[in-house]
């Protein structure tokens, strides 16, 4: 019999935690007496701790990890799958937009020999502008990294102890899952699930941590900005080069043209805007070399329970 542990960050989820329980323990129960829910507090400060400890003292099976303060949920997850100890390894959220009945088709399909079940959405149920956020976001990913993740990937998702143990290999800080599990390869496929509203409280991700989860996603996986700017700055220097000899050419040869001070001007500030650019992009890869090389832990842990 295999042990099926559930990796579940939470945050804020006061209104979310009992009735997933409420939805997740049927299940679990059909499959078998070899489950653990592992439940990692992201640093919530309403009552999601409280509410996860009184259902810890009933079930041990019910675990808990809580963060010293708010890390994210990339740390999250991955302090999850660390103390995990399971065979089977399920990934969800927690606000239920992740149907919990779906949890033995999953099952179903690894079992058949995968090392990872991607769950992808029917539908997108979201607004229009995150659903064209997610459109944008996900094509320049790709087409950036070169990745090629697979559209409507859903959270939900099913991988066995193997998969997991190549993910805790990856020490990188700057961590972008869906760019590790692509990575890591190994046997994988996808099933369709069908996604529901969040049941209660609100999406933690704006859309300036949505933004900034991008951005860091392309950088951590891709050195594309990096050669463009190298690319855009040789065709610039060749223009800026080749239009200095015709000017040189034309006043000595055929005419002694007056100062046009305002191209002049606008040249200029079109290539410092350019140069700021790029040193731009360089000083983000530093700021993520220097985040790396200080090599400190993942996250901070206050406390566990039934762990
Ligand atoms: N979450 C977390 N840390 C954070 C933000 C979110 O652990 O800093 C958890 C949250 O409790 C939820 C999951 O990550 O279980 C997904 O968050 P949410 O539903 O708000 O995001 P969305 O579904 O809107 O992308
Ligand atoms: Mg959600």
Known sequence: MKKLSLVIPVYFEEECITQFLNEVRPVLESIGPSWEIVFIDDGSKDRTVEIIKEQALLENRIKLIEFSYNQGKQAAFSAGIKYASGDYFIYMDSDLQDPPNEIPRFIEEIDKGY????????????????????????????????????????????????????????????????????????KRTEIEITQRERFAGKSKFNFRKKLQLAFDAIFDFSELPLKFAVRLGTILSLCGFLSLIIILFLKLFVVDFAAGWPSIISAIALSLGLQLFFIGVAAIYIGKIYKESKNRPLYSIKQFTNL
């Open 115 to 186: 090392d990872l079940v991607f769950g992808i959405r029917r539908e997108k149920i979201d607004s229009l502008i995150n659903k064209i956020y997610s459109k944008i976001f996900w094509t320049t990913l790709n087409k950036f990294t070169g990745m090629e993740i697979p559209t409507g990937l859903a959270v939900m998702r099913i991988f066995n102890r193997q998969f997991a143990n190549k993910f805790l290999e990856y020490g990188e800080q700057n961590r972008f899952i869906e760019g590790i599990f692509m990575h890591i390869g190994m």
